[in-house]
C-alpha cells in the first residue's frame, strides 16, 4: 500500500451540532441520565444487587472518574426502595451476667417505641411505687408484721434481762447495742476500783457470772436473727406483693405497645420478667426516707440505668433499605465500637455506652466501601473477612489491651448482619486479590467492570447531552447549546483517542462543564458557547503546559538540539510522550545511529547505562532481528551499530521509536540522508509491519509547535503509522495548517514506505539470490555490509598471519 498524506478532514471527527436534536441542554431535564455506555456494568450490577444469596458480593472495577460510585449508589438506593425496611437493633442489660450485653433486634420503629416506653415505665414507678409503700393498707400490714416481730422480741428480751438480773447485772440498748453494767446490793453500778476491792471469791463469781450472760446474749442474738429476718422477708413480700400487680401493669402496656411481630420475641419476654425481678428486688430504694436520701437517689439512679435500652440502629424513619456510604472505614466505624470512661484511673464502660457501625446500619441493605481505605489497616480488612465468612458481626475494641491503665471490657453478643457489600477498586487490586486471596473471588462473585470508553453512536452522545443537562441543573449553571455539546463531544473523543469511541471518564466532562459556564457567566452570557468551551480548555492547558513551554523554549534557543531543515545522515527526529498525570504533551527528540565494521552487531546505548525500559529493549531487540532478515544472504552480518536518543536524560520506555530507530540505521548504513522536517513515530514487528502506538496527537501536536516556532514552509510534517489514523483528534490549528499545505500527516503500513519517503528513494526488493536493487535504500545497506564483511575477512587473515610469522 503506498504512503498516505492525510487530508485535513481526517485528522479530526467532527460533530454535527444539528444531529443532536435539540437546541440546548435545557430540552432535556424530562430525561433521567441513563449509564452511559456502560451495559455491561449495568447488567451485572442489577444482578448482583438483586441477588439475596450469601457471597454475591460486588467488586466495582474502573477508572477513577468513570462514575463508578455514583452510579453504584443511583443503583443500590433504587433497589433499596423496593425493599422492606430491616430491624432495629438494641443492646439491653445482661442482668446474669453484665459483661456479655444482649443484643435485640425490633422490627423498624418499635426500637425507638422500646426506649420511649422503658423510659415511661421507669419515670412512672418512681412516683408510683413510693405511693404503693405509702399507702394504708400497706403500713397496716407492715405493722402488724413489725409488731409480731417486737412483741416476740420483747419476750426473748425480757427472758435476757431476767437471766442477767439474776447475776447482778442490768441491761439496756444503746445505739442499736446490747450493753450490761454490774450492780452492787443497793442497785448502784459498780465501778472498776470498786470491783477491785472485793475479795477474790466474788471477783471470780462476777467473772462466771460475765462469761454466762455473754453466752446468753449470744443464744439471744441467734434467736432474733431469724425472727428479724422473717420480719424483713415478710415486709419484702409485702412489697412484692403490693408492687407486683403495678410493674405488671407497666410492662402489660409495654407489651401491648410493641404490637408487630417480633423475631425475638422470646428474648424480649425473658428480658423484660428479669427487669421485673430485679425491680422487686431493689425496692426498698424506692421508698422515701428522711435520712440518706442523696446515698437512696443516687442508688436508685445507678439501678435505674440498668433497664435503658441503648438503641443502636434505629431504622424507624426509612422506608425501604439502607444505604451506606463509609469513606471512612475505621475498625471502630465499620464494626461499632465500646467507649470508655475514666473512673479513679479505670476504664469503666457498660452496655449504655455500645456503638453500631457501618455494618450494623446497613443490615438488610448495602454498604459501599473503597478497598484502598480497607487495605490502608490490615486489621479493618482481616475483621471484614472474618464477617464476610461466617455472617456474624462481634463488637470489639482491639486496643484496650494495650492500654496503660486497667480496663473494664464487654463482650456484646454478636448478631447476624445481612449486608450487600458494593467494593471499588482498580483492575489492578481487583486481579493482585483474585490471585492472592482465593477467598475474595468467592465472597465477592459479582464483577462490575466499567469500560474506559465505549463506542460512539446517536444514542450515546444523546445520552451525553442528558448527563451535561442534569449537571447544569444539579449545579445550577447555565445550560449548553448543542455546538457547547457537540465540541464537548468532541473531547471525548479526544480524551478517548479514537474517532470512534467516547471517553467513559465523566468527571473530565463534569469538570469542563463548570468551567466554561464559570466562562459565559463571567461575560454575562445566558447559554454556554462553543467559545466558552475552547476558552475553558485553552485555560486548562495554560495551567498544565509549563513544563511543555520550557522545553520549546530550550529547543527554539538551540540548547536542545533538533534539526526541522535539510536532510543529515544516520540522524532523525523521533517523537516522544510526556505523561505528568493531569497533563500530557509531546516532544521531538534526535535519534542517531552509527555503523562500521565488526562482529557486535547492535548496541542500544540507553540499555547500558540501564536508562532505558523493558519495553523498549524489546523493540531494540525487534528491530535487530528484523534488520537480520533483511539481509539473511549476508548473515551473520560483519557490523557494529549504536543507536542512541540524544540528549535523554531521564530514561526511555517503549517502543514507538522503533520505526525511527531503523531507519536511521539504515540511512547510516545506505549513507542516505533523511528529510530532517519529518519526524517518526510508531512500533516496528519482525516482519517489518508499522504496529501503532499511544499519544499520537499528543506527538503530533507538540511536534507541529516546534515547527510553527521555527517556522512552516510545507516541508514538515509527521510519519505515523497507518493503523493510528483513527485515533488522530488533532487541535483545529493542525488540521488548518494541514489544509493550508504547510504541514503534512503522513500514514504507513510498512517501513518500506516510510524510508521511501524519508530518503526519495525505492526502499528495494531482494530477488530470488537476497540481492537488492543497486539503486534502492536497501541495495546501499547491502552493499556497505558486503563491505563491511570483506573488511572483517581482511583483518582476520592478517591476524593469522601475524600468529603465524610469531
Known amino acids: ?39 455491561r456494568a449495568e447488567m451485572a450490577a442489577r444482578f448482583g444487587l438483586g441477588m439475596a444469596q450469601p457471597d454475591y458480593n460486588l467488586f466495582v472495577l474502573g477508572e477513577v472518574g468513570s462514575g463508578r460510585s455514583s452510579l453504584l449508589k443511583q443503583a443500590m438506593q433504587t433497589v433499596a426502595a423496593g425493599k422492606a425496611a430491616p430491624p432495629d437493633l438494641c443492646y439491653l442489660n445482661n442482668f446474669d451476667v453484665p459483661e456479655k450485653p444482649r443484643a435485640l433486634r425490633l422490627p423498624a420503629g418499635q426500637g425507638r417505641l422500646l426506649r420511649q416506653l422503658m423510659a415511661h415505665m421507669m419515670k412512672s414507678l418512681q412516683t408510683d411505687i413510693p405511693q404503693q409503700l405509702d399507702g394504708q393498707d400497706f403500713k397496716a400490714e407492715s405493722k402488724h408484721i413489725e409488731k409480731s416481730y417486737k412483741e416476740e422480741e420483747a419476750r426473748a428480751y425480757a427472758g435476757l434481762e431476767a437471766f442477767a438480773e439474776a447475776r447482778s447485772f442490768s441491761m439496756h440498748r444503746e445505739s442499736g447495742h446490747l450493753l450490761f453494767t454490774l450492780r452492787g446490793k443497793k442497785g448502784h453500778a459498780l465501778t472498776e476500783d470498786e470491783v477491785l476491792v472485793l475479795p477474790k471469791e466474788r471477783r471470780a463469781e462476777i467473772t462466771q457470772a460475765e462469761q454466762e450472760l455473754r453466752a446468753e ?27 407486683k400487680p403495678l410493674l405488671d401493669r407497666e410492662l402489660q402496656n409495654i407489651r401491648i405497645g410493641l404490637k408487630k411481630q417480633i423475631k425475638d420475641s422470646v428474648k424480649l419476654g425473658t428480658y423484660l420478667d428479669q427487669v421485673m425481678h430485679d425491680i422487686l428486688d431493689k425496692l426498698e430504694l424506692f421508698k422515701v426516707a428522711d435520712s440518706d436520701d442523696d446515698i437512696r437517689r443516687e442508688a436508685l439512679s445507678k439501678v435505674l440505668s440498668r433497664y435503658r435500652v441503648n438503641l443502636v440502629v434505629d431504622n424507624g424513619g426509612l422506608s425501604g433499605a439502607p444505604v451506606i456510604v463509609e469513606d471512612n472505614p475505621l475498625f471502630r466505624a465499620l464494626f461499632g465500637s ?19 457501625g457501618s455494618l450494623h446500619r446497613a443490615h438488610g441493605g448495602f454498604l459501599m466501601l473503597h478497598l484502598r481505605d480497607l487495605l490502608a489497616d490490615g486489621l479493618v480488612w482481616e475483621k471484614l473477612r472474618r464477617v464476610l465468612r461466617s455472617g456474624r458481626l462481634q463488637i470489639e475494641e482491639p486496643g484496650t489491651a494495650f492500654t496503660p491503665i486497667a480496663t473494664v471490657s464487654l463482650e456484646p ?10 467494593l471499588i477498586g482498580s483492575r489492578e487490586q481487583y486481579y493482585e486479590l483474585q490471585e492472592e486471596d482465593p477467598e475474595f473471588a468467592r465472597r465477592f462473585r459479582v464483577k462490575v467492570d466499567f469500560a474506559e470508553s465505549f463506542p460512539s453512536s446517536t444514542e450515546t452522545r444523546r445520552a451525553s447531552a442528558i ?18 455539546v457537540a465540541r464537548l463531544l468532541e473531547d471525548g473523543h479526544r480524551e478517548a483517542e479514537d474517532q470512534s469511541r467516547q471517553s467513559a471518564v465523566f468527571a473530565r466532562v463534569e469538570a469542563l462543564v463548570m468551567e466554561s459556564a464559570a466562562l459565559c457567566s463571567a461575560r454575562a452570557g445566558h447559554l454556554v458557547e462553543t467559545a466558552d468551551v475552547e476558552a475553558a480548555l485553552a485555560a486548562r492547558t495554560l495551567r498544565h503546559d509549563y513544563p511543555d513551554q520550557r522545553l520549546r523554549e530550550a529547543i527554539a534557543k538551540g540548547d536542545v538540539l533538533i534539526a526541522l531543515h535539510g536532510e543529515r545522515v544516520g540522524q532523525l527526529n523521533g517523537l516522544t510522550q510526556v505523561d505528568l498525570g493531569d497533563y500530557r504533551f509531546g516532544f521531538p527528540v534526535r535519534v542517531t545511529a552509527r555503523t562500521y565494521a565488526g562482529e557486535d552487531g547492535l548496541l542500544n546505548i540507553e540499555r547500558e547505562v540501564e536508562m532505558s525500559g523493558p519495553i523498549h529493549d524489546k523493540g531494540v531487540l525487534i528491530l535487530q532481528s528484523y534488520l537480520s532478515a533483511l539481509f539473511a544472504r549476508n548473515a551473520p552480518l560483519a557490523l557494529n551499530a549504536s543507536v542512541v536518543f540524544e540528549q535523554e536524560y531521564s530514561g526511555v ?15 547510516s548504513l545506505s549513507g542516505l540522508p533523511l ?14 509491519e508499522v504496529l501503532p502506538v499511544g499519544g499520537i496527537n499528543e506527538k503530533i501536536e507538540g511536534y507541529f509547535r516546534i515547527c510553527t516556532t521555527a517556522g512552516l514552509d510545507g516541508s514538515h510534517g509527521v510519519l505515523i503509522p497507518q493503523r493510528n489514523r483513527r485515533h488522530l483528534m488533532l487541535e483545529h490549528e493542525v488540521a488548518a495548517a494541514v489544509a493550508d499545505g504547510l504541514f503534512n500527516i503522513y500514514t504507513a503500513e510498512h517501513v518500506s514506505e516510510g524510508i521511501e519517503l524519508l530518503t526519495g528513494l525505492p526502499a528495494g526488493t531482494a530477488n530470488d539470490a537476497g540481492n537488492y536493487p543497486r539503486g534502492s535504500v536497501l541495495g546501499h545497506a547491502q552493499k556497505t555490509l558486503l563491505a563491511y564483511r570483506r573488511a572483517c575477512q581482511t583483518s582476520e587473515r592478517a591476524k593469522s598471519e601475524r600468529k603465524r610469522v610469531r
Open 1 to 39: 500500500m503506498p504512503i498516505l498524506n492525510l487530508t485535513a478532514a481526517e485528522l479530526r471527527l467532527t460533530v454535527d451540532p444539528a444531529a443532536l436534536g435539540f437546541a440546548d441542554t435545557s430540552e432535556l431535564l424530562d430525561r433521567s441520565p441513563p449509564w452511559i455506555g456502560q451495559e
Open 217 to 243: 446474749i449470744s443464744r439471744y442474738l441467734e434467736k432474733i436473727r431469724p425472727m428479724e429476718r422473717v420480719m424483713n422477708e415478710a415486709l419484702a413480700a409485702l412489697r412484692r406483693q403490693v408492687v
Open 338 to 356: 465500646i467507649e470508655y470512661q475514666s473512673e479513679n484511673d479505670v476504664l469503666m464502660t457498660d452496655f449504655s455506652r455500645i456503638r453500631a
Open 413 to 422: 453478643e454478636a448478631v447476624d448482619v445481612e449486608v450487600k457489600i458494593v
Open 467 to 484: 448527563f451535561i443537562a442534569h449537571i447544569c441543573r444539579k449545579l445550577g449553571l447555565p445550560h449548553f447549546s448543542a455546538a457547547a
Open 653 to 667: 520506555e517503549g517502543d514507538s521509536a522503533s520505526c525511527a530507530e531503523l531507519y536511521v540505521l539504515l540511512s
Open 675 to 688: 528529510k530532517q522536517g519529518i519526524a517518526v513515530t510508531g512500533a516496528v514487528n519482525q516482519h517489518g
